[in-house]
């Protein structure tokens, strides 16, 4: 597992992300420092493997300082979405290449999806490792509704698959989850 020279301290973004458009490096490696770790985490969310997923967010950074004159700064929230978007089109793109299936759209029986007692004991690290080890297609789409917000149309247009199978999908991953949480019940771990 790689450490970047992630930070937290505060810096003009604006400026900095001005400095990029002119082609410094140096302004290039501060932005780099200060959203490495935050892009990391959500490419691990969609690629489970740490170094397809490190490979993944360099090659996102790669893109946003290639098309830099493109991006109009707003805010630093608006750059966070922005290269947030890109990691997420590089995963999607990278799962695409691997041929993710997405299986049949058949329907689960309506499965309500409750958090028992034991999610209650879980630390958030548990918790993301099972959501990593979800399979391709269950994980994309339960990152993209869950964690993305995203609705099933703009999933289904996203990955080339209809809203019936994002929504079978999503089923199937809460379904997944809530066995493996059960699971931790009876077995005292993750």
């Given at each position: 597992m790689h450490l970047y020279n992630y930070t937290t301290e505060p810096c003009n973004v604006e400026l900095i992300v001005s400095e990029c458009k002119k082609g410094s490096r140096r302004a290039q490696k501060k932005i780099f420092d200060h959203y490495a770790k935050m892009m990391m985490a959500v490419c691990i969310r969609y690629v489970k493997d740490w170094h397809c997923?490190?490979?993944l967010m360099l090659g996102g950074f790669q893109k946003f300082f290639e098309r830099i004159g493109e991006f109009r700064y707003s805010d630093e929230k608006g750059l966070?979405?922005?290269?947030?978007?890109i990691m997420i089109n590089e995963c999607l793109m990278f799962l695409r290449s691997k041929?993710?299936?997405?299986?049949?759209?058949?329907?689960?029986?309506?499965?309500?999806?409750q958090w028992e007692t034991s999610i209650d004991k879980l630390s958030a690290d548990e918790l993301f490792y099972m959501i990593t080890q979800l399979p391709d297609g269950y994980r994309t789409v339960f990152?993209?509704?869950v964690m993305e917000d995203m609705s099933h149309k703009e999933?289904?247009?996203l990955l080339g698959i209809s809203e019936g199978t994002s929504k079978s999908q999503?089923?199937?991953?809460?379904?997944?989850?809530q066995q493996r949480i059960r699971n931790i019940n009876k077995d005292g771990g993750v």
């Open positions: 997923a490190e490979d966070q979405s922005y290269l947030k978007r041929k993710v299936g997405y299986l049949s759209e058949e329907f689960l029986d309506h499965v309500a999806f990152n993209l509704f999933i289904s247009g999503l089923n199937k991953a809460r379904t997944l989850l």
